[in-house]
């Protein structure tokens, strides 16, 4: 039985063999026959051109006669052939004359055919090709064959979704779990008194009674209970809760928090209603009387949208409810009537909106994984709303009643938390994973999934999506929801549902079956469907642009009816075949993506109707387009109106065609894809859209036609068949000749080509049209004052403008005089700027000096001692009324100053005119005023407030009415504050390394010097601060305290993150102070706290070390108030496990704890949780954050939340804008949709540090300034995480903040603004640039490079989905436009530009090659007339044809950036910024940054396997190997960079360099007669697309080029590639390129094999062709017909000899060679490689030993463990020593013999071009022979029949080795060069290295050297005594000792050194 694999391979090469000429067909007697409807004048061309082609042969013959040696017998034939030849000709030429042109074409058709090509032959045809063969092609099959394959694929594709879908049975998992199920009936276990908890909550109100003691630790109450109607509603709410906690047995904690959640989203609310009083008149009075029962109403409105909508979509099987809920008959305190002024209706509605509320909140606050799931938790509110009185079993199936645990008792869930929230928690548990391990060292959880589920969730496997929507459908949930037994659960009264709910089968009711609605494929199907109106537009305007291009054939004038229509009007009809095209092709996507529960609950007859009418219209421009070619066809014999018909049947075809387009790019074609209406886009933004597209389009579209004219005259100029022009009848004929099929083959290239190349440059395009768009919407939102923005002094205008947008409620104005205009300060704003640069001080970024003459202060020094973070919190107003600590008075301000006062302005705020700006700005003899700062982050702070308040703000909150907002911060195991080690560990001087503290300091010294001045002085009372400058070892401990701090507040820590995001405290501290309603209730007790909490939630806290539990008790105490954490508590299950229904598979129980400062500590600094929520299980099922996020949601107070990232800052002049930016939610009229927003906001990027951190931060800056703006404008901005402030009530109401499915939501943030888009119903998202917070980016080229590697995996995880198919689907055209290219289409594009070289190049080549050879050219009848070369004429194409795409690419990636900085800062500074990315090779790391995202989302789509990438945001300061490390000869580390991106794209680059080689040997620059200009752009992309992808890493490496390290590198290429028979290599080899990829048959069926067989196609037909021409013309050499079989068989054979031998002598020799090991089985794999932690950060699975890991798995580095003194055994080889390196050398050795020697013939004929086509035709051939090897490898057949496949084995391990081994080796030589330079360069100028300022924009600094003094004691020299000597370590020879480096390298100290290599 033979192997698949091989039988493939043999069928493959049986077929090759049989398409030589002499094998695909018998031979033939010569006939040739031509149209007799040929013209005269055709027939006159024929007789010429016959005849010309005889006479030129007859020269060939004579020219190759006299320049080689040719046998007697081949030059007999060639006069015989000749004479008789020319014979015919004569008899032609007289028939002509006698006007028998008949006769005379077929006499020298005969000339010809016969007589010189010996009837193989017949030239009948006036236009390319020409002739024919007489006999068969094999390049014609393969033509036919490349099209079969295409029609297989696609079928078989179709077949194997119909029948080979999984089972809809129940998994293993959920089977097991369902056989472990306790019983359902147990009683209810009551946990407390309602009396005391109803007591504890109205304390939470209304504060503890009077008399009452507080317990330590106790928040305050609410700030509502100084409201009217407070008590009123604290006693009902109160008693509310606590009676539903008693009732439903919810869990206390959580009652607690979400009574707490409800009174700040409350407060919230009043706040709202206040707001829209003082909007309409600043100074009236609020009626607090009002506030409350009016709050609750907006409350009810907002939170409760949701629920609403889903009851009323429910209301055939929920009767309407008009009076308080039931409540399973909860005993509570209604609302009284006192309240609403005696109105009972209105009391008994506030009853009802308090429990529908209160109710929600308790099950959402408990439903843990389930809130991804919001109408699930809507359906379970409305059942515990609507639950009738207990029965005799209870609510939960028991008896009822209400009583407390015993003490002692194990604990024991919540009923409603075991009986309702966790069965449906292990449905989507055991959809997923398989169980939960503990690792027995870290104590850490490790999830395993399911079996195959390792890359990506298979298609048919259900999300939260997917079962949120059955609860969105009112049939689907009541037919699905089913017992047990069968029953419904709607089939019970609905009063009675709640009670039943615990009976149903969740596992049988949520099955995938039963609720996949969409289908998340990785193929082109799931891409398509997600993007199929973006190619019906391309292909559309393609076609549009060819026809246009194309010409009417020469055979319309002969009486021929070409393929594509002898008519303009019938060419351009084809356009309308599109349109069946694209619906065949969405149709089959839209059957692969559809789930069963879609196709189940649509399949009705009105489906049917629909479809069918859509096929109709969809098909009926094939039947127009039918009936036309038929009119057209059959014209001649049809009536004379022929023309009216054929006009009539085109006008009906257009509209038609029309008609099909509009409906499949106007509107969406079924109505079930918009679960919820879409919010209706306004109509002059529709117009916008539209016409930017239709800009974009045109520009794109005319461009275009220079292109395809270009092509059209390329195809003109070289003969080559153009398939439009070809009649059937010719088709007929030609279609097995070799000329016609190479033809074909080429002319679908070079289209296909240009279809590929034109639909790169749209996102190009788009990406120039936003920049311009940009800067439009950016004058508008200036009303369009152009002057004004260009001349303006907005720094000036900052006091005026500060104090009209943000203090506008603030008393008492000053005058200032503006260049002879008087205009308003507030008196306040000067106490507020001063309170600015006080903060701007204490942070270190300005010195005394500058904050003294930019103060308004009257001291203008201060006091620093009293400069604190205390201090900072005082009130901005300070008085004199005492002295200070220094026995001083109090610095006052103009603000207590009496009513007249006249202050001075600091210069700073001194307006300057144009000339002033202009000449400080442009010129170098005048420099900036001494007000304007040096320290470039303090420049850009000014500059940002005075943009951001040029921008339309709207009015701010008043305090105190201001609504509350949560701040989130994800942290997972991010630095909290820096230590001292990892700053400087004492060990750097020794090594020769800069401590990173001291680099740090390097980069911030003036901030350092700021830093050290304060703590001089502030510790000058207590302790002396010494200041040692960079001594670092001359510090105490207690300095590095405060300087860990300051190093932390500069690096990307999370202490960063919270002190800048906590400033929102003192600036709505300052807010209420400065014009604050303080004569209201609320303001007698508000405070900043009420309104703001930053949380963060640490997912790891309870397994933080001591260092960082105290660095976590350390920002407690700084910021005791505000701060929070969220963490997630674990516990091991107990005896109650079952009966709480406990996962099995989870051997713990989880809990959302939430701490504060308040709560108290143990011996270890670990903080008792205030309030501790159990979960159902496991909360980490998806890929972290968004996990993370959920389980911390359930603690954010007020309805408005900022997700933050740790690693981002503040600053406080911009945080006191948050009242403004939270008027942006604000709504315009009652209950309007104002209030459903994101608000998008831009980031400041700090971490511009070096060029790598300069791309990036430019990059960044571009995104979310000028982008962002363009996208909100067009319709495509969504939600990206940060810094965006959101409104939580809406947020809830779809799940949440993010979304948390295992892999495909990998990019989660995205998806919160995509629900949010999708659910409509007057959701907008708006992006506002006034605000800013600051963000830390990735610094190193291999962390920027794994950023973007989890960027493209996400986006092509998000392609696949149903957020990206409806938005595409229901987006109106422009928008669905805007969203593709502004998200997923960038990444996409990434791929189309990566690919574009290669493509372009192959194309060339293909051209070059199948051109005319410089003999014999009469026999390749296709040469052009004009003797031109193809080489020239494609220097003409290339001068147009999209050479330029990687230039506009690049070009396109810095106008956004260039414009943003000329809009912000100047056109100078814009100049400047781009020419130092130019000079710092920013080209080379963005064309190398475009592979690798192509590669990732390419890879995603494929193969799956996203996860997250845990990046480091570290200093790029550590040297990445090349290849490895060594130690004493031996490897002890294998990983570099070689390794980190063969695959990625060195071999790629390799490809690219080799084709452009080929490129040259075929002519393409020498043979071009002086159009080589054309070809300029070709060759910079050419050349920077190969320097990028095959240098770009080594470039930006740091200490690349270091000689010690260089030669490390050579010790550790050699150690790689030699040691142990180059065991390390097959390792590598074996795991992360042979492995990871699908076995044989789904290597045959992918894409890239048919990439891979067109490619071989084409190369075979121009060596077939030119072959089949040299056996006729050397027809006497018996070898030409060998010379055809040898040269198109692969060049395996002799090296596949040499393996079978070399295997066999191991074998006999008992020395197995085991090169690919069998697989281990699935089992073992999961349970070696698929466990890992719960990571929010880290990578979630490891899979990388599973067969079907990505492809594109993170490389990591293998540490090799070595004993000292251990020898490595030796591993596997014969005793002669042959390693595999050897092997490898020797088979490809032969590989090449057996290609080169049956081609040298070639050599002698002079036919370059089919030599050099012949190697690379083999070459192709041993590829091909390769790919299918290496799938035999992955294959069955390999562990079936291991020992016989071990010479296989071999032959692809030992080619493998050579091409790494090739390719470093090429890669390592050519930076030699650099290595020299380097080296002088540190020699001539040690103190200034070129590579530094490349990687750093920075000369560098020297490590500091150490002396060693040595006392000579007696030393008998005088003048030695006591003298110092000047030594470097031990050197005895006074120089510096070298000293290897952490990484490897050898650096001597007084060399230049990495800042750090010790960082972590």
């Known amino acids: 039985m033979m192997c698949p694999g091989s039988s493939a391979c043999f069928a493959f090469l049986v077929a090759l063999w049989l398409m030589v000429p002499g094998h695909a067909t018998g031979s033939q007697p010569w006939m040739c026959k031509w149209g007799r409807t040929y013209t005269d004048e055709a027939e006159k061309v024929l007789q010429r051109y016959n005849c010309d082609l005889v006479g030129q042969a007859a020269a060939d013959f004579g020219y190759a006669q006299q320049r080689a040696h040719i046998k007697p017998e081949q030059i007999k034939v060639w006069e015989n052939s000749t004479k008789a030849a020319n014979a015919l000709c004569e008899q032609s030429r007289a028939a002509v004359s006698e006007k028998r042109l008949s006769t005379a074409a077929e006499e020298a058709v005969k000339a010809w055919g016969q007589g010189i090509m010996q009837g193989t032959v017949c030239c009948t045809l006036v236009h390319p090709p020409y002739c024919l063969n007489t006999g068969g092609s094999g390049s014609s099959y393969l033509v036919f064959g490349l099209f079969a394959w295409l029609l297989i694929m696609f079928l078989g594709s179709l077949i194997a979704s119909i029948f080979l879908r999984p089972e809809n049975e ?137 629920f609403t909508e889903w009851r009323a979509k429910f209301s055939d099987s929920i009767p309407e409810r008009d009076t308080v809920p039931s409540m399973a008959g909860v005993r509570w305190v209604l609302v009284p009537a006192a309240v609403c002024r005696g109105d009972a209706g209105r009391a008994a509605r506030a009853s009802k909106q308090l429990a529908e509320i209160a109710t929600y909140l308790l099950v959402w606050g408990e439903a843990g994984n389930v809130r991804f799931m919001p109408e699930v938790v809507y359906f379970v509110t409305e059942l515990l709303l609507s639950a009738g009185a207990n029965t005799t079993e209870g609510l939960y199936g028991g008896a009822g009643g209400a009583g407390q645990l015993p003490r002692g008792t194990p604990f024991q869930s919540g009923n409603f938390l075991a009986k309702v929230i966790r069965p449906i928690y292990n449905v989507v548990f055991e959809e997923w994973y398989d169980r939960i ?407 270190d970024k300005i010195d005394d000096q500058f904050m003294g003459d930019q103060s308004f202060s009257t001291d203008a020094s201060g006091d620093l001692r009293g ?251 700084k910021f005791p108030d505000i701060l929070q954490v969220a963490f997630i508590d674990r516990e091991d299950k107990n005896a109650n496990a079952e009966m709480d229904k406990v996962h099995g598979r989870q051997q713990r129980r989880y809990f959302s704890s939430l701490i504060d400062g308040r709560c108290s500590q143990d011996a270890e600094g670990r903080r008792a949780a205030r309030y501790k929520v159990e979960l159902p299980g496991f909360p980490i099922l998806g890929d972290g954050k968004s996990d993370n996020q959920n389980h911390a949601i359930i603690f954010m107070r007020g309805v408005f939340s900022q997700c933050i990232d740790a690693n981002q800052g503040a600053y406080f002049e911009q945080m006191l804008m948050l009242p403004c930016v939270l008027g942006e939610f604000r709504r315009e009229a009652d209950f309007n949709d104002g209030a459903k927003k994101i608000i998008g906001l831009p980031e400041h990027i700090t971490s511009d540090i070096g060029s790598i951190g300069d791309f990036a931060a430019g990059s960044e800056v571009a995104f979310g300034t000028i982008l962002q703006r363009t996208y909100s404008v ?41 629900d949010f888009t999708l659910r409509g119903q007057g959701r907008t998202i708006k992006h506002c640039e006034y605000f800013h917070v600051s963000k830390g980016r990735d610094l190193g080229f291999n962390t920027v490079l794994g950023f973007f590697s989890k960027l493209s995996s996400g986006a092509g995880e998000q392609i696949i989905t149903r957020q990206m198919f409806r938005l595409h689907v229901l987006l109106h055209l422009p928008e669905a436009f805007a969203f593709y290219y502004a998200h997923v289409g960038y990444y996409v594009t990434q791929a189309l530009v990566s690919g574009a070289m290669p493509i372009l190049t192959f194309t060339w080549a293909v051209v070059l ?244 067989v067109f490619c071989l196609a084409c190369w075979f037909a121009i060596v077939n062709h030119k072959l089949s021409l040299l056996s006729v013309i050397f027809s006497e050499y018996p070898l030409v017909d060998k010379l055809n079989m040898a040269s198109l068989l692969p060049p395996i054979f002799m090296p596949l000899a040499y393996c079978v031998v070399v295997t066999i002598a191991e074998s006999i020799l008992s020395c197995p060679r085991v090169l690919a090991p069998p697989r281990r089985t699935r089992a073992g794999i999961l349970e070696e490689s698929t466990s890992s932690e719960d990571s929010g950060s880290d990578d979630e699975e490891a899979g990388e030993g599973a067969d079907d890991a990505p492809a594109h798995a993170r490389v990591l580095d293998t540490v090799i463990p070595r004993r000292r003194g251990e020898k490595a055994k030796p591993w596997c080889r014969l005793p002669d020593q042959i390693p595999l390196s050897t092997s490898g050398i020797i088979v490809v050795a032969l590989q090449m013999m057996e290609s080169v020697s049956p081609l040298t013939v070639l050599r002698g004929t002079s036919w370059t071009k089919a030599f050099v086509s012949g190697l690379v035709l083999k070459f192709l051939l041993f590829s091909l022979a390769l790919f299918l090897a290496e799938g035999l490898l992955r294959s069955r057949c390999y562990e079936r029949y291991g020992l016989v496949m071990q010479p296989i084995s071999l032959w692809v391990h030992a080619n493998r080795i050579f091409r790494d081994m090739a390719i470093s080796a090429f890669i390592f030589i050519t930076l030699l060069p650099f290595v020299l330079a380097n080296t002088l360069n540190d020699m001539i100028c040690p103190g200034f290295s070129l590579h530094q300022i490349l990687i750093y924009r920075d000369p560098g600094h020297l490590a500091r050297k150490e002396a060693v003094f040595t006392d000579w004691g007696d030393s008998s020299s005088d003048d030695a005594e006591g003298m110092p000597v000047d030594r470097f370590m031990t050197g005895g020879d006074g120089y510096a000792r070298t000293t290897r480096l952490p990484h490897g390298g050898m650096l001597g100290l007084g060399s230049q050194a990495p800042p750090t290599t010790t960082f972590r």
């Open 170 to 306: 129940e998994s293993e998992p959920a089977a097991a779990a369902a056989e472990a199920r306790p019983p359902a009936a147990l009683t209810v276990g009551a946990r407390g008194m309602a009396v005391a908890m109803q007591r504890e909550l109205i304390e939470q109100w209304l504060g503890p009674s009077s008399g009452a003691s507080v317990a330590p630790g106790t928040p305050p109450p609410s700030s509502l209970r100084v409201l009217p109607g407070a008590r009123e509603f604290a006693e009902s709410s109160s008693s509310l809760f606590a009676a539903l906690q008693e009732t439903f047995d919810f869990q206390a904690d959580s009652a607690r928090n979400q009574h707490i959640h409800l009174m700040s989203m409350w407060r919230s609310q009043c706040c709202n209603v206040a707001d829209a009083d003082i909007q309409e008149d600043a100074d009236v009075h609020v009626d607090e009387n009002k506030l409350l029962l009016e709050g609750l109403d907006w409350l009810h409105t907002d939170l409760m949208e949701g």
């Open 437 to 843: 391990d503990v690792d027995p060292k870290s104590g850490k959880d490790k999830k395993v999934l399911r079996r195959g589920y390792e890359a990506f969730l298979p298609p048919d496997t259900a999300n939260y999506d997917d079962w949120n929507e059955m609860f969105c459908d009112p049939s689907r949930a009541s037919e699905g929801i089913v017992f047990e037994d069968g029953d419904q659960l709607f089939d019970v009264s609905h009063e009675q549902r709640f009670a039943s709910l615990h009976r149903v089968d969740w596992a049988a009711s949520l099955n995938r079956a039963f609720v996949k609605t969409h289908r998340e494929v990785h193929s082109a199907w799931g891409f398509f469907a997600s993007t199929n109106r973006i190619w019906l537009t391309h292909a559309a305007l393609f076609f549009l642009g060819a026809l246009i291009a194309a010409k009417d054939p020469d055979q319309v004038h002969m009486g021929h009816v070409p393929l594509f229509g002898g008519r303009v009007a019938t060419r351009f009809a084809i356009i309308g075949l599109l349109v069946p095209f694209h619906a065949m092709l969405m149709a089959f996507s839209r059957y692969h993506t559809t789930g069963h529960a879609t196709y189940d609950r649509h399949m009705g007859h009105e489906y049917w109707c629909k479809t069918a009418c859509r096929i109709i219209l969809w098909l009926s421009p094939l039947a127009t387009y039918a009936y036309i070619r038929y009119l057209e066809l059959k014209g001649v014999e049809l009536s004379q109106n022929n023309d009216v018909k054929i006009g009539g049947a085109v006008a009906v075809h257009f509209a038609l065609t029309a008609l099909g387009f509009i409906t499949h790019l106007g509107f969406p074609d079924r109505d079930y894809d918009a679960v919820f209406p879409l919010t209706r886009s306004p109509l002059h933004l529709l117009a916008v859209r539209y016409l930017f597209w239709f800009l974009v389009f045109s520009v794109k579209f005319l461009l275009a036609l220079t292109v395809f004219n270009s092509i059209y005259k390329l195809f003109t100029n070289l003969n080559i068949v153009m398939l439009g022009h070809e009649s059937v009848t010719e088709i007929k004929s030609a279609w097995s000749s070799t000329g016609w099929g190479k033809d074909v083959l080429e002319w679908m290239c070079l289209w296909g080509t240009t279809f590929y190349l034109f639909c790169v440059d749209t996102q190009l395009w788009f990406t120039v049209g936003c920049t311009l768009l940009g800067l439009a919407v950016s004058l508008s939102q200036r009303n369009c004052q152009v002057c004004e923005l260009a001349f303006e002094d907005a720094i000036a205008k900052i006091p005026e403008r500060f104090s009209e947008k943000v203090f506008c409620f603030a008393k008492g104005d000053v005058q200032l005089d503006r260049a002879g205009r008087e205009v308003s300060m507030k008196r306040d704003f000067a106490g507020i700027w001063d309170r600015v640069l006080e903060y701007m001080r204490y942070e």
């Open 867 to 1117: 400069l604190s973070w205390e201090s900072l919190q005082q009130p901005v107003r300070r008085r004199r009324a005492g002295a200070g600590p220094s026995g001083r008075a109090d610095r006052g301000t103009p603000s207590d100053a009496p009513a007249g006062f006249k202050m001075k302005i600091p210069d700073f705020f001194r307006e300057r005119n144009v000339c002033e700006t202009f000449l400080a700005h442009y010129t170098p003899c005048v420099s900036e005023s001494a007000s304007w700062p040096d320290n470039p982050e303090v420049q850009w702070r000014y500059r940002a407030i005075s943009r951001g308040l040029g921008l339309p703000v709207p009015p701010p909150y008043r305090a105190p009415w201001i609504p509350g907002i949560t701040v989130l911060i994800p942290h997972y195991g991010e630095s909290i504050i820096m230590l001292k080690d990892e700053l400087y560990n004492g060990t750097e001087e020794e090594l020769g390394l800069v401590p990173l503290m001291d680099w740090v300091k390097t980069r911030y010294e003036d901030e350092f010097t700021a830093f050290s001045t304060k703590m001089s002085a502030k510790r000058g009372t207590t302790r002396n601060w010494t200041q040692h400058g960079a001594q670092w070892s001359e510090y105490q401990d207690w300095q590095w305290d405060d300087i860990c701090v300051w190093a932390s507040m500069r690096l990307q820590t999370l202490w960063r993150t919270v002190a800048g995001m906590t400033l929102y405290h003192p600036a709505l501290k300052c807010h209420f102070e400065v014009q604050g309603d303080k004569h209201c209730r609320l303001g007698s007790v508000w405070d900043p706290s009420d309104c703001f909490t930053c949380m963060v939630s640490m997912q790891m806290y309870k397994f933080f070390n001591s260092t960082q539990l105290q660095h976590t008790n350390k920002m407690f105490s």
């Open 1274 to 1314: 067009l319709g495509a901005r969504m939600h990206y995480g940060h810094p965006d402030i959101m409104n939580k009530q809406f947020m809830m109401q779809q799940g949440g903040v993010s979304k948390a499915t295992k892999t495909l939501n990998l990019s989660e943030d995205i998806f919160a603004g995509m």
């Open 1409 to 1652: 090659a199948a051109d005319c050879e410089q003999t014999f050219r009469a026999f390749e009848n296709y040469c052009p007339l004009s003797g031109k070369s193809a080489a020239e004429y494609m220097a003409q194409t290339l001068s147009v044809w999209y050479s330029w795409v990687l230039l506009l690419f690049l070009v396109a990636t810095s106008m956004p950036l260039f414009a943003e900085v000329w809009m912000q800062r100047s056109f100078k500074t814009a100049i400047c910024l781009l020419g130092k990315q130019y000079c710092t090779l920013s080209f080379l790391l963005f064309v190398f940054q475009a592979k690798i995202i192509g590669y990732y989302v390419v890879n995603e789509l494929r193969y799956g396997g996203a996860t997250y990438v845990a990046t480091g945001r570290g200093l790029p300061t550590e040297r990445r190997p090349f290849i490895g490390e060594t130690q004493a000869g031996k490897m002890t580390k294998v990983g570099g960079l070689y390794l980190d991106y063969a695959a990625l794209a060195y071999y790629d680059a390799i490809s690219l360099l080799g084709t452009t080689i080929l490129i040259l040997l075929l002519g393409g620059a020498t043979e071009t007669n002086g159009h080589a200009g054309g070809l300029m752009f070709a060759w910079i992309s050419i050349g920077l697309t190969i320097a990028s992808w095959l240098y770009g890493p080594f470039v930006f490496n740091p200490y690349q080029f270091s000689l010690a390290s260089v030669k490390e590198d050579a010790r550790a290429w050699l150690g790689f590639f030699l040691e142990e028979s180059g065991k390390h290599w097959v390792e590598w080899y074996d795991k992360m390129q042979l492995k990871p990829r699908k076995g044989f048959r789904d290597s045959v069926i992918g894409v890239d094999f048919f990439f891979k």
